[in-house]
């Protein structure tokens, strides 16, 4: 047996206070009762009335409990239904090195980065993700997780000082990513890499026959222009060791080289429709409409609890209403 929605098993805390309301009716009703028949007729009353009060709030209880058990679905059986789904697996390695502050792309390279992650996560349903963040080092910022609320809390607080280390080295995080990967070779894996191809260090061209061998295509979104823009810091830009101001320009050519070598895809995150670009192909991939698979799934049984209830119910109010003229 399972409980497809647990969410709702606190609603069972309801009735504590539903039989503590009865126990108070029903010292009032004994206590009303001993006043209206008199001593020498109570007795035979009484005996007659607790009988008619459990007897109907046994069958509230019984109505509420029902109700509850449909809320909370519960399922003991199964059936089978096709499925076009594939085991889906996206990592996102995301360039968080400061020059991906520059803003030749509104609000900021990075904040569109962030945006265009978190849409994707949104419109993608059944899929894993995980998110590597990388500059002259890189880390599993969220292993690969089908938790939404975990990635979007990372996501709000993503900047470029959550790593000490200077520098960006798309290699070594491009590694880390597809040893990162859950291990089922039966999945469909995607790298998705969102970088202003700026590598200080490594060789980003190392990992295309890991990468090929391991069938984990590479898709490179160029955060940023060709024409580039200024990097700030603090209040001011960053400068060179002649103190002249870095300006910082996107790597184009690298980053379309590698998806291409890597059977991945390339984009630009200046262009408007890049969002709803990339999240469309990626929805895409969720499915193999070539392949259809049978699945399992459970049969949630509400009906026969809401009809329990309303049985329970109509009893109660039987109960309650039916007047016993041999006594009353």
Same mark, same amino acid.
């Given at each position: 047996?399972r +409980?497809t929605n647990?969410?709702?098993?606190?609603t069972? +805390?309801?009735l504590?206070?539903t039989?503590?309301?009865?126990?108070?009716?029903y010292?009032g009703?004994?206590?009303?009762?001993k006043?209206?028949t008199?001593t020498?007729r109570?007795?035979?009353?009484?005996?007659i009335?607790?009988?008619?009060?459990i007897v109907?709030?046994?069958?509230?209880l019984?109505?509420?409990l *029902?109700?509850?058990?449909?809320l909370?679905?519960?399922s003991w059986? &199964?059936k089978?239904?096709s499925d076009?789904?594939v085991?889906? %697996?996206?990592?996102f390695?995301?360039?968080?090195?400061?020059?991906?502050?520059?803003?030749?792309v509104?609000? $900021?390279?990075?904040?569109?980065?962030?945006?265009?992650?978190?849409?994707i996560?949104d419109? =993608?349903e059944?899929?894993k993700?995980?998110?590597?963040?990388?500059?002259?080092?890189?880390?599993? $910022?969220?292993p690969?997780?089908e938790?939404?609320?975990?990635?979007?809390?990372?996501?709000?607080?993503?900047s470029?000082?959550i790593? *000490?280390?200077?520098?960006?080295?798309?290699?070594?995080?491009?590694?880390?990513?597809?040893? *990162?990967?859950?291990?089922?070779?039966?999945n469909?894996?995607?790298? +998705?890499?969102?970088s202003?191809g700026?590598?200080l260090?490594?060789?980003?061209f190392k =990992?295309?026959?890991n990468?090929?061998n %391991?069938?984990?295509?590479?898709?490179?979104?160029?955060?940023?222009?060709q024409?580039?823009?200024l990097?700030?810091y603090?209040?001011?830009?960053?400068?060179d &060791?002649n103190?002249?101001e870095? =300006?910082s320009?996107?790597d184009? $050519?690298l980053?379309?080289?590698?998806?291409?070598?890597?059977?991945?895809?390339?984009y630009?995150?200046e262009?408007?429709?890049?969002?709803?670009?990339?999240?469309?192909?990626?929805k895409?991939m969720e499915y193999?409409?070539?392949?259809?698979?049978i699945?399992?799934?459970n049969i =949630?049984?509400?009906?026969?609890?809401?009809?329990?209830?309303?049985?329970?119910?109509s009893?109660?109010i039987?109960?309650k209403?039916?007047?016993?003229?041999? +006594?009353?």
């Amino acid at each position: 047996m399972r +409980i497809t929605n647990p969410q709702f098993l606190w609603t069972f +805390i309801l009735l504590i206070p539903t039989i503590l309301i009865m126990i108070l009716f029903y010292m009032g009703g004994i206590s009303g009762l001993k006043k209206l028949t008199g001593t020498w007729r109570f007795v035979t009353v009484k005996r007659i009335y607790i009988l008619r009060f459990i007897v109907s709030n046994f069958l509230f209880l019984f109505s509420i409990l *029902s109700l509850l058990l449909a809320l909370i679905g519960l399922s003991w059986q &199964k059936k089978p239904e096709s499925d076009n789904s594939v085991g889906f %697996e996206v990592n996102f390695v995301l360039d968080i090195s400061r020059s991906m502050l520059a803003q030749d792309v509104i609000p $900021s390279r990075l904040d569109k980065s962030i945006s265009l992650i978190s849409t994707i996560v949104d419109s =993608v349903e059944t899929s894993k993700f995980g998110i590597i963040v990388f500059k002259g080092d890189a880390v599993v $910022s969220v292993p690969m997780t089908e938790d939404r609320l975990a990635i979007e809390s990372f996501l709000g607080s993503v900047s470029p000082e959550i790593l *000490s280390s200077p520098g960006s080295n798309q290699e070594k995080a491009l590694n880390l990513a597809i040893e *990162s990967f859950s291990g089922n070779s039966t999945n469909r894996r995607v790298i +998705i890499l969102i970088s202003d191809g700026e590598s200080l260090e490594g060789d980003v061209f190392k =990992v295309v026959a890991n990468s090929v061998n %391991e069938h984990i295509p590479i898709y490179c979104v160029a955060a940023g222009t060709q024409k580039g823009a200024l990097i700030p810091y603090k209040d001011k830009y960053v400068t060179d &060791k002649n103190g002249r101001e870095v =300006v910082s320009k996107t790597d184009f $050519s690298l980053l379309s080289n590698l998806a291409e070598l890597t059977y991945g895809k390339f984009y630009k995150l200046e262009e408007t429709q890049v969002i709803a670009d990339i999240s469309q192909e990626i929805k895409s991939m969720e499915y193999d409409k070539t392949n259809s698979r049978i699945k399992y799934v459970n049969i =949630v049984q509400y009906k026969p609890f809401l009809i329990l209830s309303l049985v329970f119910l109509s009893l109660f109010i039987f109960v309650k209403e039916w007047r016993w003229s041999e +006594i009353f």
